[in-house]
């Protein structure tokens, strides 16, 4: 959500960034890779994975996608954007293979934007407003049901010092989240946005976020209806791993099946974690936080937790790499340099923060 509006890295620094994303994937993955007995033992558990499981996480991450494309579809048509249906799901799916397999700082929001704009040129601030509704019901969802399920589960946490300090930084994570939907909450309610310093950091997100509050909540059903919708969108995400879990018969070394609810509980932390940007897709670090909470929690070993990540994250992948075939084949009205997607976007949430006091976004030229 921030990302959209915050000044754009050096070329220097982004470069930085996208090697170090590849060092770290490739680093952590080659460890867990490295030992031929742990290899053979992961190829053994995908090759007698249940067909019917793993075909089920794949069509759970596609009601992932589907409720995912019609919050946003219901979020742009409250500001009067109309698309067809066929170029908006393409566009959503190239945010999708663009946060999956793109390494670097610039995600699939940002270039989803820039394409967005593209089609709607006369609606261009309205188009982004709608995306950073969509991030933030998003996560306020995210920090809805995460805080559920860690205090109903937390005594099973902290019987291990790692999953603790894990549920601790997902907690600082979305406290800072809500602190920042709070705060933005605010200076909306009180009109204090234009009386934020000028070199503050994410001022223009914070306006932005502004602007996108008062043109929701006068649309409050179809923001309740999109929220509804987010709840949905993560628990089928989450489902996609319970699903893999069943498809390799995901077990600790008395044969004791990792429960639906114990997968249940880990998933916030592991995918909060892991879309940091501090690998290509969340790859290496999603395997990592898997083994370092279910070995100790579950008891199963290693292998066997860094094979149900990969395995949920290939069933999540095949409709990224969907999105990919969708990315060579689409043709925007207007072809987007997506070099220059970062520069591009914060020039638009620039705009929009120096024009809100408009009485319509869409003026922003």
Not at 123 to 131: C, P, R, S, T
Not at 191 to 201: C, D, E, I, S, V
Not at 329 to 346: G, L, N, T
Request: proline letters at 4%; charged letters at 15%.
């Amino acid at each position: 959500m921030s990302s959209s509006t915050t000044k754009p890295k050096s070329t220097i620094k982004r470069t930085l960034l996208t090697v170090l994303q590849i060092m770290v994937t490739a680093g952590i993955l080659v460890w867990f890779f490295h030992d031929p007995d742990k290899r053979a033992k992961m190829g053994h558990a995908i090759a007698h994975a249940k067909p019917i499981w793993l075909f089920a996480g794949f069509i759970c991450y596609g009601i992932v996608e589907l409720l995912a494309s019609g919050r946003w579809y219901l979020l742009m048509r409250v500001q009067g954007i109309k698309l067809a249906w066929w170029r908006l799901g393409a566009l959503f799916m190239l945010g999708i293979f663009f946060n999956m397999f793109m390494p670097g700082g610039t995600g699939g929001d940002v270039l989803k934007i820039v394409f967005l704009i593209k089609e709607i040129p006369g609606k261009k601030a309205k188009g982004m407003l709608a995306v950073l509704m969509d991030r933030l019901i998003g996560l306020l969802a995210l920090i809805m049901i995460s805080g559920v399920i860690v205090a109903i589960r937390y005594d099973w946490l902290k019987t291990s010092p790692v999953a603790q300090r894990l549920t601790w930084a997902l907690g600082l994570i979305l406290v800072s989240g809500l602190g920042g939907i709070i705060f933005s909450f605010a200076i909306s309610g009180f009109g204090l946005a234009h009386k934020l310093p000028k070199r503050m950091p994410m001022r223009d997100t914070m306006i932005d976020l502004s602007v996108a509050y008062n043109a929701y909540a006068r649309a409050w059903p179809a923001s309740l209806v999109a929220l509804v919708l987010s709840f949905g969108i993560h628990v089928a995400s989450f489902s996609v791993f319970i699903c893999a879990a069943h498809a390799l018969n995901t077990s600790n070394a008395a044969g004791v099946p990792v429960t639906t609810g114990e997968i249940l509980t880990v998933m916030p932390i592991i995918l909060t974690l892991a879309a940091l940007p501090m690998s290509v897709g969340g790859a290496g670090v999603r395997e990592a936080l898997f083994a370092m909470l279910l070995v100790p929690l579950c008891g199963v070993t290693q292998d066997a937790a860094v094979t149900l990540s990969l395995t949920g994250a290939a069933l999540a992948a095949a409709w990224g790499l969907i999105g990919g075939l969708i990315f060579l084949i689409y043709r925007p009205s207007e072809h987007p340099k997506i070099v220059d997607a970062e520069q591009e976007v914060f020039e638009l949430g620039h705009e929009i923060a120096e024009h809100a006091d408009d009485k319509e976004p869409e003026d922003v030229k």
